[in-house]
């Protein structure tokens, strides 16, 4: 490692997506009922990453914020928009057999850094009742 690793920024980027997995036939209604446009979706089958099929189906809006802004403002951007939305986002989420999950990303090039979440950008997991993940990447 050179000497002058340590005058070096540290570099990081976080993401946050809401996902609904596992509800194909409910993807025009989501669009409908919310006025949201997905930001990716595919159904279960449909030609995936390398060639292979996607292994279900999925609907997702992902905060279009730099990599650079906080975790926070990321679920913050999500949060505006689902907010109107959140009794049909729970009761979505409450369904058998359908999965909805809030997936946040954390990439550094720096192992002994971490970051925060204030409390109100947490609001949209408690609201609608979804589980909160985080993918870490150190890279």
């Not at 949201?36 to 914020?65: A, F, I, M, N, Y």
């Amino acid at each position: 490692m050179p000497d002058d690793a340590s005058n070096e920024p540290v570099r990081f980027g976080f993401s946050a997506t809401l996902r609904v997995l596992c509800a194909a036939d409910r993807h025009d209604e989501i669009e409908t009922v919310t006025g949201l446009t997905p930001t990716h979706q595919h159904e279960h089958g449909d030609p995936g990453l390398l060639g292979r099929p996607w292994p279900k189906d999925l609907w997702v809006l992902e905060s279009p914020l730099p990599r650079g802004a906080p975790l926070d403002k990321h679920l913050g951007w999500l949060w505006e928009r689902v907010q109107p939305h959140q009794a049909f986002f729970r009761e979505l989420a409450a369904e058998d057999g359908i999965d909805v999950d809030l997936f946040c990303g954390y990439r550094s090039d720096c192992a002994e850094c971490g970051f925060e979440v204030q409390p109100e950008a947490l609001e949209i997991v408690q609201a609608l009742s979804i589980p909160l993940e985080v993918s870490v990447v150190f890279e």
